[in-house]
């Protein structure tokens, strides 16, 4: 019998709780494979962050893979269906003041090669509409408050992501894991005891409980008890190219008979950037900022202006937040997943998404390596490309903006903290060149696909001056704006609104 603890019941916590109770409660035990006991965590002391509202469409696997249905979490959570995320105000182009980064959908395989065709040609020089928002089945489903979920008769899937109750996600995940066979204890953990070879023997709790195991699983957050500050595993800063460093939130209730969004907005302010998250009972905001320019009493009121007076009587919450990522996210019997492995900020909502990749990793490595560290090196290499490739897609979003209006977003457009990879990408989108060739040529793909980072390179605008375009050809001209438009439309008629959707 093998033994897995788990520190910190947040959201990290019981999705590894749940997904590897669920991995080897089903596996019959073999010669590579022993029984697994799972034991978590939770203190009634520490807790849990309360934010992380906002998902890709990475989380439906995961409740797909519990089997856990939309009727069942999605009324329980307050839940919303979200199609993307809107950008506004991150560009001055004219025309380009907000755009929307889609998540896919199966009909887009008609419109995205006008979308590429286009934004190819008006680097050329060649006059097209090359604006992501006149391309997508989801923004336009977003546009109309619709829900990504079609009529029968129209079986074509949206890959789509949801807005929800983080608090109350973390409890259906428990209650799933407990019913995996996951133990719950009930503790404030307070000493780490090592072996002679620096693994992880005992954690000692504040009332003297004991825990063993043969792999502890740190998801201990921010503070990353195990893997950071008992393993002294270095933590490497993102804070050369990535300058948040806090947040400000606050919720709203819903009025009834109010539309419901089917996306987040995601504005940038003087500072860094407001989210506005819909949530069926609730809208939730968060200013995320840098403290080298602002301070947490000038955030709020910057936020709360924006939300005139809906918020007055509401209060705010301050958050710190410790961006970059750990030199190794799995040392001797130990992996960081969540919080404690590090963090890449808000913006386009990717923390579960790589907690989910990093459990699933995880034990995979651990299945395939008969239960030892023989894979470890080539999953924290894998960890590693993966923070560091979504990273460089956040930074674009801060590097690209063209506002002149604060010392913050100058500094931002001025930094020259690159990484070869990202040095590549913008090189190759200004100079005209195929910028799928270069994410394929990269091995990047896989993190953000071609179309997103198109998305925000066209979102932005960054295109010659409409005045050195010239009239393009027959084959230039190829897609028609107009007959996409109708298309997008027409598969539209097949979504009903988020509010009769979720009947609420
Ligand atoms: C401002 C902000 C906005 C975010 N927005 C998004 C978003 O839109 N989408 C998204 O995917 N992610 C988002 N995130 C990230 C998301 O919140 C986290 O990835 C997610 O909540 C997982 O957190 P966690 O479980 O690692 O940490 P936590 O929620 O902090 O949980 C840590 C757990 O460890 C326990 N613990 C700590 N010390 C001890 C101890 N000594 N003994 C016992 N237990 C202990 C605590 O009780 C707690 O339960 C956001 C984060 C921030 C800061």
Redesign the pocket.
């Known amino acids: 019998m093998k033994n897995i603890c788990i ?7 019981w999705m590894t709780a749940c997904l590897m109770a669920k991995h080897w409660n089903n596996r019959q035990p073999d010669s590579q494979t022993e029984k697994v006991q799972i034991t978590l ?3 009634d ?12 469409p990475q989380l439906k696997k995961l409740f797909d893979t519990l089997d856990i249905s939309e009727q069942e979490w999605m009324p329980a959570c307050h839940a919303t269906y979200k199609n993307g995320i809107r950008f506004v105000d991150w560009s001055t182009r004219a025309g380009f003041k907000q755009y929307f980064h889609p998540f896919p959908a199966q009909v887009d395989d008609h419109t995205v090669p006008g979308f590429f065709h286009n934004s190819f040609l008006i680097r050329k020089g060649i006059d097209l509409d090359a604006h992501p928002d006149h391309f997508f089945l989801t923004t336009h489903l977003a546009n109309q408050n619709k829900a990504p979920i079609s009529a029968e008769n129209f079986p074509f899937e949206v890959n789509y992501g949801y807005h929800f109750d ?1 608090a109350k996600v ?1 409890r259906i995940l428990k209650t799933k894991a407990q019913q995996l066979g996951v133990s719950v204890a009930v ?4 000493h780490v005891e090592q072996d002679i070879a620096g693994n992880i023997k005992l954690l000692i ?1 504040q009332d003297g409980q004991t825990f063993s195991a043969d792999y502890f699983v740190d ?5 990353s ?1 195990l893997l950071q500050q008992s393993l002294a595993v270095p933590f490497q800063s993102f804070s050369d190219n990535l300058f948040n460093d806090k ?1 400000v ?1 606050l919720s709203v209730p819903r009025k009834s008979q109010q539309p419901l969004m089917s996306q ?1 907005i995601s504005t940038a302010l003087k500072h860094g950037w407001m ?1 506005q ?1 819909p949530l069926q009972h609730r809208t939730g905001f ?1 200013y ?1 900022y840098s403290s080298q320019y602002t301070n947490a009493e000038q955030a709020e009121q910057e936020l709360r202006n924006r939300l005139v007076a809906q918020s007055a009587d509401i209060s705010a919450r301050h ?1 710190n ?1 410790r961006v970059g990522q750990v030199t190794k996210h799995w040392h001797k019997n130990c992996v960081a ?4 492995q590090g ?1 890449i ?2 913006l386009e ?5 790589i ?1 989910q990749e990093g459990i699933e990793g995880f034990i995979d490595a651990l299945h395939k390596g008969g239960f030892s560290n023989q894979l470890q090196a080539d999953y924290n290499q894998q960890m590693t490309a993966r923070f560091n490739a979504i990273r460089d897609y956040i930074v674009a979003h801060y590097k690209l903006n063209t506002r002149k209006d604060t010392l913050y977003w100058r500094n931002n457009a001025a930094n020259q903290n690159l990484s070869d990879s990202l040095q590549h990408i913008i090189k190759t989108w200004f100079s005209g060149q195929n910028l799928s060739d270069e994410l394929a040529r990269q091995k990047i793909d896989e993190y953000y696909p071609s179309v997103s980072w198109h998305c925000l390179l066209a979102g932005y605008g960054h295109f010659p001056d409409k005045q050195q375009l010239i009239e393009g050809n027959d084959f230039a001209k190829q897609y028609s704006i107009e007959q996409i438009n109708k298309f997008i439309h027409a598969c539209c008629l097949n979504y009903p609104s988020q509010v009769d959707c979720l009947g609420c």
């Open positions: 520190l910190g019941g947040g959201t990290a916590g965590i939770e203190s002391k520490v807790p849990s962050i309360g934010v992380g509202e906002g998902s890709t983080a973390a503790a404030t953990i307070e709790g998801c201990s957050g921010f503070q008890l947040a939130v987040t989210w998250i968060g995320v958050i937040m997943i969540g919080l404690s963090f900020e808000p909502a990717t923390a579960l998404h907690v």
